[in-house]
C-alpha cells in the first residue's frame, strides 16, 4: 500500500523551543493534512494544504505542502505544554489512485519538559 | 451535535468470538470510515463508505465487514476475532466536495483486547 514516512518518530524538548517535523513519499497527493492526538481521544485536525507551494498558519503552527507534492512539513513555535501529543500526517491520493482513502504517517510523539 | 460517537468504549473478546462495533454520525456526513491505531503504525484505514448503500475496502480489511443502510451509522463486524484485531479502533466521517474530503472527524475510540 501508499506509505507516509514521518519524522521523527518522537522528540523531546523544553517549552518554549520550535518544533518541526516532515512526511515524505513516494507518491504524489492532492491534499495533506495535519492531525493531534491527545490520549484516549481521536485526532483532531490541525492543517489542511490544498496546493502545492501552499503555506498555512493556525496560530502557532505552520505547514507547507511541497512542490513536488510528496512532501509536507508541520512547524510548531514557541511549544507549550499543551502542545504534547501525537502529530498525524495524512495525505489524500489523487481520483486514479482512490482519492477517497486517506494514508496516514506513523505519528512524532511530542514531550515536552516544563 | 454529538459529532461521531462510538460504541462501546472498551471491550475484551476471546478468540472465535463474533462483535460488532457502532459508529453514529449526527452531521449528515456521506463519507464514513474505519482505521484502526496499532503502536508505530499511525492509523490504517480498514474500510470506507461514501454514501449508504455504498462501501469498499481500506488498506486492511481482512477479517472485518461492515454496511452502510443509513447515512448515519457505519457499524464495523468482527466475524470471529482474533488476537491480531486486538487494537483501537477510529470512526470518522466527513463531507465530500466531489472527489475531495473536506475535513475528517473522529469518534474517541474504541480499545478492542483479544485474548
Known amino acids: 500500500g501508499q506509505q507516509l514516512n514521518q519524522s521523527p518518530q518522537s522528540m523531546f524538548i523544553q517549552e518554549g523551543e520550535d518544533v518541526s517535523m516532515n512526511c515524505t513519499s513516494s507518491s504524489i497527493f492532492n491534499t495533506w493534512l495535519w492531525y493531534k492526538q491527545e490520549p484516549g481521544e481521536g485526532p483532531v485536525l490541525l492543517i489542511a494544504?490544498?496546493?502545492?507551494?501552499e503555506l498555512t498558519s493556525n496560530g502557532r503552527l505552520t505547514a507547507q505542502f511541497g512542490i513536488t507534492r510528496k512532501d509536507s512539513f508541520l512547524n510548531i513555535s514557541a511549544s507549550i505544554p499543551s502542545d504534547v501529543g501525537i502529530y498525524f500526517c495524512?495525505?489524500?491520493?489523487?481520483?486514479?489512485?482512490?482519492?477517497?482513502?486517506?494514508?496516514f504517517g506513523q505519528g512524532t510523539r511530542l514531550t515536552i519538559n516544563p | 451535535n454529538a459529532g461521531v460517537t462510538q460504541t462501546p468504549k472498551f471491550q475484551v473478546l476471546k478468540t472465535g468470538q463474533s462483535m460488532t462495533l457502532q459508529c453514529a454520525q449526527d452531521?449528515?456526513?456521506?463519507?464514513m470510515s474505519w482505521y484502526r491505531q496499532d503502536p508505530g503504525m499511525g492509523l490504517r484505514l480498514i474500510h470506507y463508505?461514501?454514501?449508504?448503500?455504498?462501501?469498499d475496502q481500506g488498506e486492511v480489511p481482512n477479517g472485518y465487514n461492515v454496511s452502510r443502510s443509513t447515512t448515519e451509522d457505519f457499524p464495523l463486524r468482527l466475524l470471529s476475532a482474533a488476537p491480531s484485531q486486538t487494537s483501537v479502533y477510529f470512526c470518522a466521517s466527513s463531507n465530500l466536495a466531489g472527489w475531495r474530503q473536506e475535513t475528517q472527524y473522529f469518534g474517541p475510540g474504541t480499545r478492542l483486547l483479544v485474548l
Open positions: 463508505s461514501v454514501g449508504a448503500g455504498i462501501t
Open positions: 495524512a495525505g489524500q491520493l489523487r481520483p486514479s489512485q482512490g482519492a477517497q482513502k486517506l494514508v
Open positions: 494544504l490544498y496546493k502545492a507551494g
Open positions: 452531521m449528515n456526513h456521506e463519507y
